[in-house]
C-alpha cells in the first residue's frame, strides 16, 4: 500500500511503510518564465496544490535533476535542507554542494535505516531526457526505484524525465514493480522543432503494457508551457487502450491523498 499525493508537475508525496518521500519539489507560484538552455524555456502555468509548510517532515527528497526549474524550481531547492537526505545525479550533488545531499550514478544505490521501520532501498534508473545524442545539451537525469527491506518488489519505480529508450526498455523487463509513478508530457521546444524530451502517451502505454506493474500512476504533464501533449488526449488515449493495459492507470486529484 502506498500513499500518493500529487502537488502538481512532477512533485508527489509518497508515504511508504512510515518513510515520507517528495519528488522533485516545484513550489514557485504561476506565471514566471524559466530558461532550459541553449534557447529553451517553459512558463508555470499552475502553482503547487499544497504549501510546502503543510507537508510536514521529509525522510528524503528523489531528485531527478536540478537543472530544469520543472522539476526544482527556486521554492524547492530552498526546501532541501529541511529533508533528511536529499539523492540526485552525481552532477547535481556537485551543484548543490549540501551536506545531505547525495549523488546517484545509474544502478547505484543507497540504503536509509531507521529504528522502527523496514530499511528502505532507492536505486538511480536510467533516464534519457531527449533524442539520442542529446545528453550533453539536456544534462544528466535519473529515475529512482524503492524497495523496502533489500528483496523482494520494487514498491515504487518513478520514471523520471525520460524518452522511452533502449536502456529503459532493457530495465522494464527485469523490474517487478507495484506502483509505476510516470513522467509524461511530451516536451517540445520551438528551437528544436517535433524532437520530443519525455514521454507521451503512446509511449506510456507501451511502458505499462511492458511493465505490467499493479497500477501506473501518470504525473508531470501539465502545469508547464513545453508540454504539448494535452491532459484531455493522454486520458483518451488510455481509455482508448486495451483493459488490461487501461485499467492500470489510476490518476491523482492534485493535493488530495490517495491510497493506491
Known amino acids: 500500500m502506498v500513499r500518493m499525493t500529487h502537488l502538481g508537475g512532477p512533485t508527489t508525496l509518497l508515504e511508504l511503510d512510515g518513510w515520507r518521500i517528495l519528488t522533485d519539489p516545484t513550489f514557485d507560484p504561476p506565471g514566471r ?3 532550459f538552455g541553449w534557447g529553451t524555456s517553459s512558463t508555470k502555468a499552475t502553482g503547487p496544490a499544497l504549501d510546502p509548510e503543510a507537508l510536514g517532515p521529509i525522510d528524503v527528497v528523489v531528485l531527478s535533476h536540478d537543472h530544469h526549474a520543472d522539476n526544482l524550481d527556486d521554492l524547492g531547492r530552498a526546501f532541501l535542507p529541511r529533508a533528511g537526505t536529499v539523492l540526485t545525479t552525481r552532477a547535481g550533488a556537485r551543484r548543490l554542494q549540501a551536506a545531505n545531499v547525495r549523488g546517484l550514478r545509474v544502478g547505484e544505490a543507497f540504503t536509509l535505516d531507521t529504528e522502527g521501520r523496514a530499511s528502505l532501498t532507492v ?3 536510467p533516464c534519457r531526457h531527449g533524442p539520442p545524442l542529446s545528453r550533453p545539451i539536456a544534462g544528466a537525469v535519473i529515475g529512482f526505484s524503492f524497495r523496502l527491506q533489500r528483496s523482494g518488489p520494487v514498491s515504487v519505480w518513478m520514471s523520471g524525465d525520460a524518452v522511452l529508450h533502449r536502456p529503459l526498455r532493457r530495465l522494464v ?3 517487478d514493480v507495484d506502483v509505476l509513478l510516470l513522467h509524461l508530457g511530451s516536451v517540445q521546444f520551438p528551437v528544436t522543432g517535433p524532437l520530443r524530451y519525455s514521454m507521451d502517451s503512446a509511449d506510456a502505454l507501451e511502458l505499462v503494457d511492458l511493465l505490467g506493474p499493479r497500477v501506473a500512476v501518470p504525473v508531470h504533464y501539465e502545469g508547464w508551457s513545453h508540454f504539448r501533449e494535452p491532459q484531455e488526449h493522454l486520458r483518451a488515449a488510455v481509455d482508448r487502450a486495451a483493459p488490461d493495459v487501461r485499467n ?3 490518476w491523482l486529484d ?4 490517495t491510497v493506491v
Not at 254 to 257: D, I, M, R
Open 33 to 35: 518564465r524559466y530558461g
Open 254 to 257: 492534485p493535493g488530495v491523498a
Open 173 to 175: 523487463r527485469t523490474l
Open 123 to 125: 536505486t538511480a534508473t
Open 248 to 250: 492500470l492507470f489510476t
